[in-house]
């Protein structure tokens, strides 16, 4: 049984009030900003020649000075709830793509992935936590204290107002605050309930040694979760991240962000599964376990580069207005992490994880797996932050708040993870399956 050790228990606390720290000094700093300030941070940004606009919002409504700087002083002053934001849909996400693969091993009655199920578990225990979070989120942005979504003003779908928006009108059926609301509690309360369900269940299956019946519901539940997720994952795509600019959207857009979380997913049953064998807790994981979770991660990451290229090249050669105006303030204004994503998402994996041997390697597989969670932590922040913060992020404001935000949830997501480990049997004895995981070998 898996011990939390003090040292690692020590180090989640540390990034938690760290983190803290550093995001309360970036709201403080961000509080303080002025009108005269914004002034000044939208003077430098056209001072650069640069004018594309980075959400499609700004091409409706009034065009004047006072427009303007409204609208420039609701993007400066989103950047902290858009660093949480960013942090707590990526791992929400990545948690439930760990229920997701999990269950998907169920259903299918695989064998090799058995002594790793208590691992994907413990990830998905943090689903309730970054829930809350986004939930939290939700009712600051439903009651106007937020603005990370421009569609919530009512201003907006109000005919004969001079910033009413006809797009956004066409669509309010699904974009309206009261139907948002429901939507956000239900994938919550939905995820958070189905992974106590499997969890339940495996324990169960466990205590009666594969009881057929209880394996039966085990099963059928898995199938439920995947049919949950496949509807769940792609509104939730469009709610929290694609309605962050209104008039833009892609068909591909959820396979896009839906992959990005399982890949980081996958990455990060790799650096638990490891850490749990470096340190002597799961001796049954082996270099052929460790290949098919390279296979996993090398897959997702090339699944990923396609929905991005197809996403990019079919909408940047239509050239229709409210479409090609989402890469154009991503190239303008974040070129220094639109493109060179792709290095850490794409080309790394590509170049390194392609070989088979090399995926039997620990340390390039672990090096692997922290370079593309980085990276598509780096995506959402691609996702996010232009619809939200703008021209203006490279300040120190946004580093302070993205650096603290992510140091807060991750040394959560260690502590709560870790945690739940430490309070279950880290190998699935009544599995069925249990046999052929232990003598599990990659035939090539």
Request: aromatic fraction near 18%; charge should be neutral; proline fraction near 5%.
């Amino acid at each position: 049984m898996y011990s939390f050790s003090p040292k690692l228990r020590l180090y989640s606390i540390v990034f938690i009030v760290l983190g803290l720290i550093l995001f309360g000094a970036g709201y403080f700093m961000n509080h303080s900003i002025d009108d005269a300030r914004i002034e000044h941070m939208m003077e430098v940004v056209h001072s650069t020649g640069h004018n594309a606009p980075t959400h499609s919002s700004e091409l409706v409504g009034p065009q004047d000075h006072a427009a303007h700087l409204e609208h420039a002083k609701m993007q400066v002053h989103n950047q902290p709830l858009a660093a949480v934001h960013t942090i707590a849909v990526f791992l929400f996400a990545l948690s439930c793509c760990a229920l997701f693969f999990y269950s998907i091993q169920n259903a299918a009655h695989a064998g090799w992935p058995i002594i790793i199920l208590r691992v994907m578990e413990a990830i998905a225990s943090f689903i309730p936590w970054a829930g809350a979070a986004l939930i939290i989120l939700m009712v600051l942005n439903v009651t106007h204290q937020g603005h990370l979504f421009h569609w919530m003003d009512p201003a907006l779908t109000e005919k004969g107002n001079a910033n009413f928006d006809p797009i956004l009108y066409e669509k309010k059926k699904f974009l309206n605050i009261p139907f948002y609301a429901v939507r956000t509690i239900l994938y919550v309360i939905g995820a958070t309930f189905f992974a106590w369900k499997l969890k339940t269940l495996s324990k169960k299956v466990d205590d009666n040694k594969g009881d057929r019946k209880i394996y039966a519901s085990y099963y059928s539940w898995s199938v439920g979760y995947i049919v949950f997720f496949g509807f769940c994952s792609a509104a939730w795509a469009w709610d929290w991240l694609m309605s962050i600019d209104p008039h833009w959207y892609s068909t591909m857009y959820i396979w896009y962000a839906m992959v990005s979380a399982l890949a980081s997913s996958i990455a990060v049953m790799i650096l638990i599964s490891v850490y749990l064998k470096k340190n002597g807790f799961l001796p049954q994981f082996n270099d052929n376990h460790l290949h098919d979770l390279g296979v996993f991660l090398f897959a997702t990451s090339m699944l990923w580069t396609y929905t991005w290229f197809a996403q990019f090249m079919l909408y940047w050669y239509a050239n229709i207005p409210e479409e090609v105006n989402y890469f154009f303030g991503r190239f303008e204004y974040y070129s220094w992490t639109f493109l060179p994503v792709l290095i850490f998402v794409f080309l790394l994996p590509l170049l390194v994880l392609v070989s088979s041997s090399i995926k039997r390697n620990y340390k390039v597989v672990t090096t692997m797996a922290v370079i593309v969670i980085f990276g598509h932590w780096v995506n959402h922040f691609n996702m996010v932050m232009p619809g939200t913060v703008g021209p203006f992020w490279k300040t120190p404001e946004v580093l302070l708040l993205n650096l603290g935000a992510v140091l807060l949830f991750v040394g959560l997501f260690i502590f709560v993870v870790m945690t739940a480990l430490s309070k279950t049997k880290l190998i699935p004895t009544g599995n069925p399956f249990l046999k052929e995981s232990e003598i599990y070998e990659y035939p090539f």
